[in-house]
């Protein structure tokens, strides 16, 4: 077990490094110069920008800032914002909690709802139910989430008044606000997530049920029930897992434009008020952020996996 907890930690070295390189590289793809945003369309001029961007630093060698940064980083110092003149780590850490509320709670939405139709059709295999889950999870990944939130706060916010019109409060101020007020936006997060893990969760049911073992635990006496929530559901669990990690994927992404519909304080609001803005040091820091936790969770995905299918430790 320690040799797959340091297998999978090895190969956190070079996706880290590959990320960071990545992010660095990312901001030469917005067009434009920070120097000119900073001074503004009156006092842009090419002697002003290249005095601006001395002091920032940007005419050194990329190799140089590359190197400088990746070793900032590493010491938790993410830069300074350029339009705030903040630290970025102290931006992204006032940021974060919302987007991980938001994420996780989407996260929980799509397994529970994910597993319990995976179960429902999987035991039900090419009969009516398992056809109308499987029409049912097709709709739910194809319906845009960002429609999915505008329809639930015209009806639950608007019509019905039964949901907070302010959606995030911090949980330190008031929990219960906290939670009532991250049920839409988890359930318009995690619906379109569900149905990945839904057909993994059917397919896997299915293959288990229709095994050699199931039929000798029949033949056995033991009950129906047991044999799909004790062994089938155990080791439907391996590709939930690896589903899981590909919805965080998906979830973190969709959570940027999420948080501009339900007015979530999150990072991809930041985010893309950075790249409006031409905020280099913030963009880089706001990503990085983000591709790091994606990567955590999936080494704790990956070492789950180990634990639960054998076959999948080193030798």
């Given at each position: ?104 709670g989407g996260l929980l939405v799509a397994i529970v709802l994910g597993l ?169 820091g706001t990503v990085l952020v983000i591709c790091v936790i994606i990567i ?12 639960i299918n054998p076959k999948a430790r080193p030798q």
């Amino acid at each position: 077990m320690l040799k797959l907890i340091g297998t999978r930690l090895l190969l956190v070295v070079p996706q880290l490094l590959i990320v960071s390189i990545l992010v660095f590289l990312l901001v030469y793809l917005i067009p434009g110069s920070a120097a000119a945003m900073i001074l503004g369309e009156a006092g842009s001029n090419p002697e002003a920008i290249a005095q601006v961007e001395a002091q920032l630093g940007l005419d050194r060698p990329f190799v140089v800032r590359l190197v400088e940064w990746m070793g900032a980083a590493l010491q938790g110092d993410l830069g300074t914002s350029l339009q705030s003149g903040r630290p970025v780590a102290d931006l992204v850490a006032e940021r974060i909690p919302a987007t991980l509320s938001l994420v996780a709670g989407g996260l929980l939405v799509a397994i529970v709802l994910g597993l319990s139709l995976g179960v429902l059709a999987g035991t039900h295999a090419r009969r009516p139910v398992d056809r109308a889950v499987t029409g049912l999870s097709s709709l739910m990944q194809s319906v845009p989430e960002f429609w999915l939130g505008l329809l639930m706060i015209l009806v639950f916010v608007i019509q019905l008044g039964i949901a907070p019109v302010v959606a995030w409060v911090p949980p330190q101020q008031d929990a219960g606000a906290w939670l009532q007020g991250l049920i839409l936006p988890a359930l318009a997060l995690g619906v379109g997530a569900s149905a990945l893990i839904t057909r993994q969760t059917r397919v896997a049911v299915t293959s288990a049920l229709e095994s050699r073992y199931a039929d000798t635990l029949t033949a056995a006496g033991v009950p129906r029930r047991r044999i799909v929530w004790v062994y089938a559901l155990k080791n439907a669990m391996v590709p939930v897992l690896a589903s899981s990690a590909l919805a965080v994927s998906i979830l973190f992404g969709t959570s940027l434009v999420m948080e501009r519909v339900f007015s979530f304080p999150g990072m991809g609001t930041m985010l893309l008020n950075a790249v409006l803005a031409k905020d280099f040091p913030l963009v880089q820091g706001t990503v990085l952020v983000i591709c790091v936790i994606i990567i955590a969770v999936n080494l704790v995905v990956d070492i789950g996996y180990g634990l639960i299918n054998p076959k999948a430790r080193p030798q």
